[in-house]
Every structure is written in C-alpha cells, then in structure tokens.
Nanobody, 123 residues
Framework: QVQLVESGGGLVQIGDSLRLSCIVS????????MGWFRQAPGKERTFVAS????????RYSESVKGRFTISRDNAKNTVYLQMNSLTPEDTAIYFC????????????????WGQGTQVTVSS
C-alpha cells in the first residue's frame, strides 16, 4: 500500500521560512517522480513544484520560482519543499504527490497523494 505522509507545516510570519517533508512508503521511491501542490481556502489545488526521479531536474510554478526549492533524498524516501520569503498568499494546505514523471506531475497526472499539511502565513 502506497503512503505519502507530509509534515513540517505550521503558522509563520511574513518573510519566514519553512521546510516541508514527505515520506513515501510502499513503492520504489527512486523510480518515482515527486511533486508538491497546494490548495488555498476556496480555491482549486494548484501545482507548486516537481522533481525528477534522480533529483537532477525540477519544475516550479511562476508564483514560487526563486523562493521555493524542491529536493529529495532517495536514501530516506523523502521529498522536501524549502519555502523562503513566505507571504500570506502562500497560505494553503500543501500536498505531496507521486507520479510517472516530473512533467506528468506538473500537468496533472499524479497517481498518489498525501493527506496534506497546513501552512499559514500571518500578516
């Protein structure tokens, strides 16, 4: 059974940083592309970032490019999202996703999801 478990969310101030983690079990992590999505209150879930199986390439949404960094540790079955310079517009539930490729995830083709972790940026 595939499981994706996110952690690291919380309440922070404008300009703060957070690092989210997602631990994957039940599948060969090194053969799986990974990504992060977010869903703000009253809005649809949107793509944030994705990373290739070997970690050598990444994609980002325009709204987080230059502030967020996705990375992975295949030895720990974990993908990370380092979030810097947070603003209230980053407030959302953040979801970890797994899929066949980095680009497939970016364009909506994820096959497994975590339960989400709340990030709130207070003004």
């Amino acid at each position: 059974q595939v499981q994706l478990v996110e952690s690291g969310g919380g309440l922070v101030q404008i300009g703060d940083s957070l690092r989210l983690s997602c631990i994957v079990s039940g599948r060969t992590f090194s053969s799986t592309a990974m990504g992060w999505f977010r869903q703000a209150p009253g809005k649809e879930r949107t793509f944030v970032a994705s990373i290739r199986r070997d970690g050598a390439d990444t994609r980002y949404s325009e709204s987080v490019k230059g502030r967020f960094t996705i990375s992975r540790d295949n030895a720990k079955n974990t993908v990370y999202l380092q979030m810097n310079s947070l603003t209230p517009e980053d407030t959302a539930i953040y979801f970890c996703a797994a899929g066949p490729s980095m680009l497939a995830i970016k364009f909506g083709n994820s096959d497994s999801w975590g339960q989400g972790t709340q990030v709130t940026v207070s003004s």
